[in-house]
């Protein structure tokens, strides 16, 4: 998958601006499933995932066209069935979203089980109650098959705020029989994207942003254009470049209407961020402390569901921790196996104790040195790849393709703010 050659120690400074919401992004494609017409999505990032589920939609019959860098069109007129190929499906987990769309289509779906990150246990339970609370039935078969003569709406409680189980629940919603009440629905910024694209293509769902939905089922979705939202997670990853090379950045277009639970997550670790417009200016170039609790407790920042800190920004928390002044403790709630990077940190000089699974604690500041790490998934990849820029020394970031499947050219976007980055290709030999 090639390698990042990262020469650190080098104080950046500039303008960055976010990609598209990967995770938005991906749904949005699934749901183009649902569409009579064409569907114009804008502010697409390319990224691997987004390639790997164009891939997939083209295999069931869909004709994608790229009409820009960054903006594409979906006629999902060609398809006939919805029997999913297992090789490209097995590449992501985004390809559970095409359960929803798919048998709201044809009735049936047949899929793998999915792929993605090894971050630890994730549940497809939820995905299993909503499929069954509106009219479906599902058979574990080595995948699964889900069946249904007709969609019929609901009041259904989720068991927790799964972002693709709402996503999924979602899909089917705007199709089935009479309005849905869709409850402890997750509430994540794609989450918020997906509705606003089905709205715009007929659906009619309430509550957008909230942790209750009410989806009203329609007869019939038409074709629409869209403009993807800038990424959030990106732009806290940047958040933590800005700390961990010790650089005053700009965010330009920032989706600040998304980003207090990230800023105040950060600004406990001392790093300072002051909003303008739609720039984000983070200054990690002063002294950063992290802000002990009341009584000089050692404070805490953890994740949760949507409005709380994200959990694919622990990774990034952790790195940008190193290099504040104090301690810590980072407790993952989410997923068990995220943590387990953090070896790799302290390979490189990082003082980090791993509790148990869920939880480390992160005493700084230490002086990261240049060395050689494999990318395990995405955002401990591109983590690993800002403790490389504040390194001394040069770094070599193996297994790229993680990284990139979630971050578009970022050694390119990196390197307009003045940092070292080569890529160096893997011999096909």
């Not at 090379?245 to 700009?250: G, L, P, V």
């Amino acid at each position: 998958m090639g390698t990042f050659a990262v020469e650190g120690g080098r104080q950046l400074e500039g303008r960055i601006r976010p990609a598209g919401n990967k995770n938005a992004a991906l749904p949005c494609l699934a749901a183009t499933l649902l569409s009579q017409g064409p569907v114009t999505l804008r502010n697409v990032p390319r990224i691997l995932d987004v390639l790997t589920f164009i891939d997939i939609l083209t295999a069931l019959g869909s004709d994608v066209s790229w009409i820009g860098r960054n903006e594409l069109i979906v006629d999902t007129g060609g398809v006939k069935t919805g029997t999913v190929d297992r090789e490209l499906a097995s590449k992501i987990r985004a390809s559970l979203l095409l359960a929803g769309p798919l048998l709201a289509r044809f009735g049936k779906v047949e899929l793998p089980p999915p792929g993605g990150d090894v971050i630890g246990r994730r549940r497809m339970d939820t995905h299993f109650m909503a499929f069954e609370a509106l009219g479906a039935t599902v058979a574990l078969n080595g995948g699964f098959t889900i069946t249904s003569d007709e969609l019929i709406a609901a009041d259904l409680f989720l068991d927790e705020p799964s972002v693709t189980g709402t996503e999924n629940a979602i899909m089917m919603a705007v199709c089935a029989r009479g309005r849905t009440r869709l409850r402890n629905a997750a509430a994540e910024p794609h989450v918020q994207d997906l509705c606003r694209l089905l709205n715009k293509m007929g659906a009619r769902i309430e509550g957008i942003g909230t942790h209750i939905l009410e989806i009203e089922g329609v007869d019939e979705l038409r074709g629409a254009d869209f403009s993807i939202g800038s990424d959030h997670v990106e732009t806290g990853s940047f958040i933590g470049l800005a700390a961990v090379t010790r650089s005053d950045i700009t965010i330009e277009h920032a989706p600040i209407e998304h980003l207090d639970s990230t800023i105040m997550g950060f600004r406990r670790l001392g790093i300072e961020c002051s909003v303008e417009g739609s720039d984000l200016h983070v200054y990690g170039s002063k002294e950063l402390v992290i802000r002990k609790d009341a009584f000089g407790h050692v404070p805490k920042l953890d994740d949760g569901p949507w409005p709380a800190f994200p959990a694919d920004l622990t990774s990034i928390a952790i790195v940008a921790a190193t290099q504040c002044v104090g301690s810590v403790l980072v407790h993952e709630k989410m997923f068990e196996s995220r943590m387990y990077f953090t070896d790799k940190l302290v390979s490189m000089g990082a003082s980090i104790i791993l509790c148990d699974p869920h939880r480390a604690v992160v005493v700084g500041p230490t002086v990261l040195q240049g060395g050689v790490v494999d990318s395990p998934d995405i955002r401990a990849g591109m983590a690993l790849l800002l403790a490389a820029l504040g390194a001394h020394g040069t770094s070599h970031i193996r297994n790229i393709g993680q990284i990139e499947r979630g971050y578009e050219a970022i050694d390119e976007r990196l390197t307009t703010l003045g940092a070292v980055i080569e890529r160096i290709e893997e011999s096909s030999d």
